[in-house]
């Protein structure tokens, strides 16, 4: 199977030019595969929450706490869903035509294109200055939390921190979406002087042949990846074990009972919280 395309350049030497359209259907496949292994494998595991017994212990030695606790301000929400519009705009717009719908797409993409780079750079100001920007990051910090989920996924009941705001794995999600939404924005943004838009002189002449060529490859690369990603985030926004996390993108909040089964109070401290004291049993 190829997974590049080559062509001439005016001088006879070969170049790349683009992503063969069989990584397409291959990252499709391969987002629609994980939905079914996932789906087999939870059915078949039991679900990793704090029983209840814990939760009540960790509910009686935090009684201030209120009873809907803040996940996501209404900006996040906002950019959230702005961010959601574009990407599904961007990868219908992208793929329909090589699925066989054909239509005049350039111009849809590249405006949903500078949807997408706004909104994530006010992302990246808004986490910065006005979140906490660490609570989604993964680093060697997580180490024993990631140990503590291997082990509860193979089906043992073992002690160690649950996860503070954001669980491990989507943790790892938002990391590798920001590897390959930079890398789309960043070669789409130079792409936007090939094409004809309001901004300025089309310009195909920018840089060499190769170069245009790595540029589209990396374009076309990290948006096949996206197509499996978000594949994968939607699998797991509609699973109804995760209604709640999804509810809270919606309304903003999750329950003080959610938080408690779900979270690490030390690690994602709120409002009402007070300093965690440790349930009985737990080490
Ligand atoms: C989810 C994100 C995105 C996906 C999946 C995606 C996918 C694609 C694909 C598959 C192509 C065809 C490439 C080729 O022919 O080799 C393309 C072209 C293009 N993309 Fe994107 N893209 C995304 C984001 C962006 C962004 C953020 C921008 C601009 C800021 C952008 C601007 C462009 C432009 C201008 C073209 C047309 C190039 C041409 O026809 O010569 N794209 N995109």
Do not use: C
């Not at 793929?95 to 005049?104: D, S």
């Amino acid at each position: 199977m190829d997974l590049l395309k080559w062509g001439r350049s005016p001088w006879g030497e070969w170049v790349l030019t683009h992503v063969s359209w069989n990584l397409f259907w291959a990252s499709l496949f391969a987002g629609i595969l994980f939905f079914v292994a996932h789906a087999s494998y939870v059915f078949f595991s039991a679900h990793r929450k704090r029983s209840p017994e814990e939760t009540d212990a960790l509910e009686a030695a935090h009684p201030n706490l209120p009873t809907k606790i803040e996940r996501h301000n209404l900006t996040a929400r906002l950019f959230h869903w702005v961010m959601a519009a574009a990407m599904f705009t961007l990868l219908f717009t992208a793929f329909l035509p090589v699925a066989g719908y054909k239509f005049p797409w350039v111009t849809w993409h590249w405006i949903a294109g500078l949807v997408l780079t706004a909104s994530i750079l006010f992302h990246i100001v808004h986490a910065t200055f006005f979140l906490d920007f660490w609570s989604i990051w993964v680093g060697p910090k997580d180490i024993p939390e990631f140990k503590a989920e291997i082990m509860r996924e193979l089906g043992h009941d073992v002690p160690g921190p649950k996860s503070g705001k954001y669980p491990l794995g989507n943790r790892l999600y938002h990391l590798a979406q920001v590897v390959t939404s930079l890398s789309v924005i960043a070669t789409g943004i130079f792409m936007l002087k090939r094409v004809r838009t309001p901004f300025f002189t089309r310009n195909p002449y920018l840089f060499s042949d190769s170069t245009w060529g790595v540029t589209y490859v990396t374009h076309g690369l990290a948006g096949v990846a996206l197509v499996g990603l978000v594949i994968a985030h939607v699998y797991f926004a509609v699973r109804p074990d995760k209604w709640w996390i999804t509810k809270a993108m919606i309304f903003g909040w999750v329950t003080r009972r959610q938080y408690l089964e779900h979270h690490e109070p030390d690690r994602w401290r709120v409002p009402g919280g007070g300093s965690a004291a440790k349930p009985a049993g737990r080490a």
